[in-house]
C-alpha cells in the first residue's frame, strides 16, 4: 500500500480501491503504535471506534453514499470532548473522564466520515506553547527530537508531521494552532471567532478559543474546515454565517491581492533565520501576482500584555467546575470541603494552569479589575480597530508566525515570560477575532519555518487560496521529516 | 423594647423564580418537586465544554415586571460571571447582571396597616439562574447535591433602602409578589423557594444623615417570618447600639424555629465575586417592538382586577382588596363564582372558611386541598337550596380532609340533602311542640325569643336537613 500524505490523496485511493478505510485505519494505528513511544504526539488510540468507523465508511462508499471525509483517518486534540472516549484535556484533573458526548466540530467530522483514530496530546488545558505541560509528558518534535512541537496543539502538529494521520483538529487561543504548524512544518488554520462552534471544547479562554484544523496542505485544511464550520444553536457565540465551499475556490490567481506588510511583525528579536524564510515566501506571493503594501498595527507591543490577562480571567472561572465534586480528580480522604477543593485542585492541575489560575483571578479581584481587566479590554478594541484599518487598504496580511524555529525541550520553562512572548505575532489577531493561518515557508537550521497570513473577518476562502497557491509553486508543505531533504 | 428615637431604614432584595417552562441557559425542565437530579442536563451539571444559551421567554417575563412597576427596561443588557466555589453552584460561577440588568428603575405604591400609602423605588431587576440544593441531612454524614435547580431563571429585584418599618417592609414585599403572581412572571409559590427576600436593615438616631451600619438577612421564604426577621434584627441592633456597642456589616440567616437571626458570614470573610461579562454569551440586544408587543399584551394588573371585582360582582372594596392579594386567588374567586352563579356567597365563603383555613394550617392557596371546583360546587347546593349553610361546613370539612371528592356525590352518599318536603319535617316540627310545652307556653305568651329553640330541636332531630327558613314558618302557623 502506497501511503497517503495527504486527504486529497487518501480519497483517491479510496475512490480508486487501492486500499480499505479498514486498511487505511489500521495502517495509521500501527504508524502511531510504532513510533508514538518516541514522540508522545497521542495520548491514547481509539482502536475500536475507529475500526467500526472505518468498516461503516467501507460501507457507505461501497454504497455510493460516504461523506465528503469517508474513511479518512484523524486525531482530535484531546480538548474535545469525543463521546465514549476519554477525555483529558491533558490534564489529571480529567484523566478518569469518559465524555458521555461529542463536541459539534467533531460530530461534523464523523458525520462526514473522518476515522478518529485517537486523542492528541496537548499542553494541559491548551495553556502552553511548548507541549511541556501535559499530564501526558512532552511531545517531541519529529524533525529534532530534542525540540519541542510548539502548543497547545502540539500533539496535533506532530503526529501530522510524523505521518501518524492525515489530518487532526487543533484550537487556537493566542496561537496554539498556528505556533505549531510553523514548529512542525505543517498548515494549520484558525479561523474568524464563531466560524466553528465550541460546544465540546473544553474552554480556556472562551472569548478567544477557537477550532480549526491541522493538516498537510492548504486544500486539506479547506476541506478540513468547510466540514467542521457552521452555525451551532448550542454556542451563543457561533457565527450565522453560511459557509462557502473552500475547496471550490482555490485556484484563484493572485493578480490583484493586495498583501500587508505589518512593519511591527518584521522587527528586532525576530530569529533571522525565520525572517530570510518569511521574507522569501512573501516574495513568492509577490511573483504569483499579489502586490505588496506596507501597514501598521501600532498596538501590537501591547497584545500579549493583553491577552495574558484576558485569557487567565476567563480561565480561572472555566476552570472553576473541575472541583473534585461532579468528575474528574478527587482527593484522597477530604476532611471538609475546603480540604476537597483545595487538595482537589492542587493535585489535579500542574503548575502552569495554577499560575494562570491565580494571574486570572488576581486580574478580576476586587480593585484590580480597573487596572488590569479593563485596561485590557481597552486594548483588544485598539487592536481590532489597528486591523480594521488596515484591512481597509489591504486583502490579507503576511508576516512571521513565531519569533523563532522550535527550540530545545526546556529552554524555556524556568521563563515563563520569554514563553508568553512566543506568542507575539499570533495574539493579536486572536484578540481582534480574525482568521489567521500558518503554512510551511521553508527551514531554518533544519527546523520548519512558517509564513502566517491573517484574514479579515470570514475571509478564510481568500487566505486558504492564497495558501494554496503558494504550496501549487512550493513543496516545503510536502517535505516529511523522516524523509525531507532539507534547505 | 422600645424603638423610641430610632429611625429604621430596610431595602430588601427579593428572588423570584420565573415560571418558565425550560431552564435559563438549557433545555431542562424548571419543574419543582422531581427527584434529585432527574432534571439536570449536561449544561445543568457543568460538564466540560458545555455552553450557556439563553432561553428568550425569560426576558418577557423580566420586561412584562419592569413594564409593570414603570421602570426602564435596557434593550442591550449584558450577563456576567459571580464566581464562588459552592458544590451546588456546578460551573463555580453563576450568571447574572452585573452592569447592564434589564430592568432599571421603576416604583411600587403600597398600601399600610393604616390604610396610609407609600411609595417604594426599585433600584433594578436583573436576571440570574438559581443554584441546585444542598441536601444535608439523611447522608450519614455526608452532604447530598440536588441540581435540578441549578439554572431555573431568576429575577432579583433589588429595592431602594427606602423602607421605614417592618410594616412597610412586609407591605412591600406583599405587593411584589401580588405582581410577579398576576403577570404570570412567576407562581410564588414561597414554600417551595420560588419567591424568597432578603432583608437588608440599618437602624440610626432620628435626625442622623448617615446611614447605620446594615445587616443582610438572607433567604427569608415566609412574609410572617421576614416580619419577625425583621423586628428581631432591628431590635437587636438597638440594644447593641444602645449599650455602646457596634452593628457589624455582615449575612445573617433567619432561624424560625428559635424566632432570630444569626451570623452567617462577616463582611472580613465576604466574598470577592470577581465579576466578569459571561464571554460565552453575547450582549442580549431587543428590538424595541419585541417590549411594546410585551407591554399590549400585559395581564390584568391587581387594581384593575380589583375594580372589576367590585362593578362586576358588586363586592365591598374591602373584599376585592383581598380576593386580589395574589393572582392564584383572585382565578380561584372568579372560578368559585362561576361555577355557585353567586359571587358573593363565593367572596364570603373563600374569605371565611378557605383563607381562615389556610392560614391556620399554613397551607399556600395553590396546595389548597379544596379545589375551586369543589368550593364552586358546594356554593351552588347552597345557592339553590340543596343543603343548608351548616351542611355546607361540614361538607367543607370533608372536603378539606379529603373524605370527600365530589359535592354532590357526597351529598346523595350520605342523605345530607336539605328536606324541603314539608309532610317530612312536620311530624318533627309536631313532636318537638309536644315534647317542649313549657317552651310552647313560653312562646305563645309573646316570649317569641324561644323560637330559636324550638326551631334548634328540629335541626338537631334532622340531623341539620330541615330548612331553618321552613322551620320557622312551620312553627309560627302551628303557634300562632
Not at chain 1, 51 to 77: F, N, S, Y
Not at chain 1, 185 to 204: D, F, H, L, Q
Not at chain 1, 339 to 362: C, H, K, N, P, W
Not at chain 1, 363 to 384: C, E, F, N, T, V
Request: contains cysteine.
Amino acid at each position: 500500500m502506497s501511503t497517503p500524505v495527504t486527504i486529497e490523496g487518501a480519497l483517491r485511493g479510496l475512490a480508486a480501491g487501492e486500499y480499505s478505510s479498514v486498511e487505511l485505519t489500521r495502517h495509521f494505528l500501527d504508524v502511531i503504535r510504532e513510533r508514538n513511544p518516541v514522540l508522545n504526539a497521542v495520548i491514547s488510540t481509539t482502536d475500536d471506534i475507529a475500526i467500526a468507523q472505518a468498516e461503516q465508511a467501507d460501507r457507505d462508499r461501497q454504497a455510493g453514499r460516504g461523506g465528503p471525509l469517508a474513511g479518512v483517518p484523524i486525531l482530535h486534540k484531546d480538548i474535545f470532548c469525543t463521546e465514549g472516549a476519554r477525555t483529558s484535556a491533558g490534564s489529571k484533573m480529567l484523566d478518569n473522564f469518559v465524555s458521555p458526548y461529542s463536541a459539534t466540530a467533531v460530530e461534523k467530522l464523523t458525520k462526514a466520515g473522518a476515522i478518529m483514530v485517537g486523542k492528541a496530546n496537548m499542553d494541559e488545558f491548551a495553556m502552553g506553547s511548548s507541549n511541556e505541560n501535559s499530564f501526558y509528558g512532552v511531545v517531541r518534535n519529529p524533525w529534532q527530537t530534542d525540540r519541542v512541537p510548539g502548543g497547545s496543539s502540539g500533539g496535533s502538529a506532530a503526529a501530522v508531521a510524523a505521518g501518524f494521520c492525515l489530518a487532526a483538529t487543533g484550537t487556537d487561543t493566542g496561537g496554539s494552532i498556528r505556533q505549531p504548524a510553523s514548529f512542525c512544518g505543517i498548515t494549520g488554520i484558525k479561523p474568524t471567532y464563531g466560524r466553528v462552534s465550541r460546544w465540546g471544547m473544553i474552554a480556556y479562554g472562551s472569548s478567544l478559543d477557537q477550532a480549526g484544523p491541522m493538516t498537510r496542505t492548504a486544500a486539506d485544511a479547506a476541506l478540513m474546515l468547510q466540514t467542521m464550520a457552521g452555525f451551532d444553536h448550542r454556542d451563543s457565540t457561533s457565527l450565522d454565517e453560511p459557509v462557502p465551499l473552500f475547496t471550490e475556490a482555490l485556484d484563484q490567481p493572485l493578480a490583484g491581492l493586495r498583501i500587508g506588510l505589518c512593519k511591527e511583525y518584521l522587527q528586532d528579536g525576530l530569529d533571522s533565520g525565520v525572517e530570510t524564510q518569511v521574507q522569501n515566501a512573501i516574495r513568492e506571493l509577490e511573483g504569483l501576482g499579489a502586490s505588496l503594501v506596507e501597514v501598521s498595527l501600532p498596538h501590537t507591543q501591547y497584545a500579549v500584555p493583553a491577552y495574558y490577562v484576558i485569557a487567565p480571567a476567563e480561565c480561572s472561572a472555566n476552570l472553576s467546575r473541575f472541583d473534585g465534586v461532579r468528575f474528574g480528580h478527587r482527593c484522597d480522604d477530604p476532611v471538609d470541603l475546603e480540604d476537597l477543593y483545595t487538595r482537589s485542585r492542587s493535585e489535579g492541575f500542574g503548575r502552569e494552569v495554577r499560575q494562570r489560575i491565580m494571574v486570572g483571578a488576581f486580574a478580576l479581584s476586587a480593585g484590580y479589575y480597573d487596572a488590569y481587566y479593563r485596561k485590557a479590554q481597552q486594548i483588544r478594541r485598539l487592536i481590532k480597530n489597528d486591523f480594521i484599518s488596515a484591512f481597509k487598504t489591504v486583502d490579507l496580511i503576511a508576516g512571521p508566525v513565531a519569533p523563532s524555529t522550535a527550540f530545545p525541550l526546556g529552554d524555556m520553562t524556568d521563563d515563563p515570560v520569554a514563553m508568553y512572548l512566543q506568542d507575539i505575532f499570533t495574539v493579536p489577531s486572536s484578540l481582534a477575532g480574525l482568521p489567521a493561518m500558518s503554512i510551511p515557508a521553508g527551514f531554518s537550521d533544519n527546523l520548519p519555518v512558517g509564513l502566517q497570513l491573517i484574514g479579515n473577518y470570514l475571509d478564510e476562502g481568500r487566505m486558504l487560496n492564497a495558501a494554496h497557491q503558494f504550496q501549487q509553486r512550493t513543496d516545503w508543505h510536502l517535505r516529511s521529516p523522516d524523509t525531507g531533504e532539507v534547505s | 423594647m422600645t424603638r423610641q428615637g430610632w429611625e429604621v431604614v430596610i431595602g430588601l432584595e427579593i428572588h423570584t423564580q420565573l415560571n418558565t417552562a425550560s431552564k435559563l441557559f438549557s433545555g431542562s425542565s424548571a419543574q419543582f418537586g422531581s427527584a434529585p437530579n432527574s432534571q439536570a442536563s449536561l449544561v445543568d451539571l457543568g460538564f466540560p465544554g458545555v455552553l450557556p444559551v439563553v432561553n428568550i421567554a425569560v426576558f418577557r417575563k423580566a420586561i412584562s415586571f419592569g413594564l409593570a412597576i414603570g421602570a426602564t427596561i435596557n434593550r442591550t443588557s449584558v450577563f456576567d460571571r459571580k464566581n464562588y466555589f459552592y458544590p451546588d453552584l456546578p460551573k463555580g460561577y453563576q450568571i447574572t447582571q452585573l452592569d447592564q440588568p434589564i430592568v432599571v428603575g421603576g416604583e411600587v405604591t403600597v398600601t399600610l396597616s393604616d390604610d396610609s400609602t407609600k411609595t417604594i423605588r426599585v433600584t433594578r431587576a436583573h436576571l440570574e439562574e438559581d443554584a441546585g440544593k444542598s441536601l444535608h441531612e439523611n447522608y450519614q454524614g455526608q452532604s447530598g447535591i440536588d441540581l435540578n435547580r441549578a439554572g431555573t431563571p431568576l429575577i432579583e429585584i433589588v429595592s431602594e433602602p427606602d423602607m421605614r418599618s417592618t410594616d412597610e417592609a412586609v407591605a412591600y414585599a406583599r405587593k411584589i409578589h401580588q405582581l410577579v403572581t398576576f403577570l404570570d412572571v412567576s407562581d410564588g409559590d414561597m414554600s417551595q423557594g420560588s419567591f424568597r427576600c432578603d432583608a437588608n436593615v440599618s437602624v440610626r438616631p432620628i435626625g442622623e444623615t448617615e446611614l447605620g451600619t446594615r445587616t443582610e438577612t438572607k433567604n427569608i421564604n415566609s412574609f410572617r417570618f421576614l416580619e419577625r426577621a425583621i423586628d428581631f434584627e432591628i431590635d437587636r441592633q438597638i440594644e447593641v447600639l444602645e449599650n455602646g456597642g457596634r452593628v457589624v456589616q455582615e449575612t445573617r440567616l433567619y432561624d424560625p424555629d428559635r424566632d432570630e437571626t444569626r451570623t452567617m458570614r462577616s463582611k472580613e470573610t465576604s466574598m470577592d465575586y470577581r465579576y466578569f461579562p459571561e464571554p460565552d454569551l453575547l450582549p442580549v440586544v431587543l428590538e424595541q417592538a419585541f417590549i411594546d408587543d410585551i407591554a399590549v399584551s400585559l395581564p390584568e394588573l391587581p387594581e384593575a382586577r380589583k375594580t372589576r371585582f367590585v362593578t362586576d360582582y358588586q363586592l365591598p372594596e374591602a373584599d376585592a382588596q383581598i380576593l386580589t392579594g395574589s393572582r392564584a386567588l383572585a382565578d380561584y374567586f372568579e372560578a368559585v363564582a362561576r361555577i355557585s352563579g353567586d359571587a358573593r356567597l363565593a367572596s364570603n365563603w373563600i374569605r371565611v372558611e378557605l383563607l381562615g383555613r389556610l392560614n391556620r394550617d399554613e397551607i399556600e392557596l395553590t396546595h389548597s386541598p379544596v379545589t375551586a371546583e369543589q368550593l364552586g360546587q358546594l356554593t351552588a347546593r347552597i345557592q339553590d337550596g340543596t343543603i343548608s349553610g351548616k351542611i355546607a361546613k361540614d361538607i367543607f370539612d370533608a372536603l378539606w380532609l379529603k373524605r370527600a371528592d365530589d359535592v354532590d356525590h357526597y351529598i346523595e352518599e350520605n342523605g345530607l340533602r336539605q328536606m324541603t318536603d314539608s309532610s317530612s319535617i312536620e311530624p318533627i316540627v309536631d313532636q318537638v311542640i309536644n315534647d317542649n310545652p313549657a317552651q310552647v307556653e313560653q312562646y305563645r305568651a309573646g316570649k317569641t325569643r324561644v323560637l330559636g329553640f324550638l326551631v334548634g330541636q328540629v335541626m338537631k332531630a334532622s340531623g341539620g336537613k330541615a330548612n331553618p327558613r321552613q322551620v320557622n314558618e312551620l312553627f309560627r302557623s302551628r303557634l300562632g
